[in-house]
C-alpha cells in the first residue's frame, strides 16, 4: 500500500513562506500524479497543484499561480509544494495525495491520501 506523510506546516505571517513535504513509499508500480490539496472546515476541498512524476508536468489553480510552485525529488520519493506570499485564504489543512497514473487536473481524483499539515496564515 501507497503511504504518503506530510510535514512543514505551521504558524506565518501574511507574505510569509513555507515548503510543505510529501514523502512517498510503498508500490506505485511507475509513474503517479500527486497533488496538494487544502480544505477548512465547512468548505469543500480544493485542489491546489499536482505534478506528474512520469516527465514532472505541473498543475495549479489560479489563485496560487505565481506564489505556489510543486516540485519532486525522485533521488528521495518526495514531492514539494514551495509557499511563497501567502495569505491568510491560504489558511487550511493542506494534503498530498496519489493517484496510480497521469494527473486528471482539475479533477483531483486519488487513491491514497496522507494525514494533512495544518498551514495558518495571520494577517
Known amino acids: 500500500q501507497v503511504q504518503l506523510a506530510e510535514s512543514g506546516g505551521g504558524s506565518v505571517q501574511a507574505g510569509g513562506s513555507l515548503r510543505l513535504s510529501c514523502a512517498v513509499s510503498?508500490?506505485?508500480?511507475?509513474?503517479?500524479?500527486v497533488y496538494w490539496l487544502r480544505q477548512v472546515p465547512g468548505k469543500e476541498r480544493e485542489g491546489v497543484a499536482a505534478?506528474?512524476?512520469?516527465?514532472?508536468?505541473?498543475y495549479y489553480v489560479n489563485s496560487v499561480k505565481g506564489r505556489f510552485t510543486i516540485s519532486q525529488d525522485s533521488a528521495k520519493n518526495t514531492l514539494y509544494l514551495q509557499m511563497n506570499g501567502l495569505k491568510p485564504e491560504d489558511t487550511a489543512m493542506y494534503y498530498c495525495?496519489?493517484?496510480?497514473?497521469?494527473?486528471?487536473?482539475?479533477?483531483?481524483?486519488?487513491?491514497?491520501r496522507g494525514q494533512g499539515t495544518q498551514v495558518t496564515v495571520s494577517s
Open positions: 505534478i506528474y512524476t512520469g516527465g514532472g508536468s505541473t
Open positions: 495525495a496519489a493517484y496510480l497514473g497521469p494527473c486528471r487536473w482539475p479533477d483531483y481524483l486519488f487513491h491514497y
Open positions: 510503498g508500490p506505485t508500480y511507475g509513474s503517479i500524479c
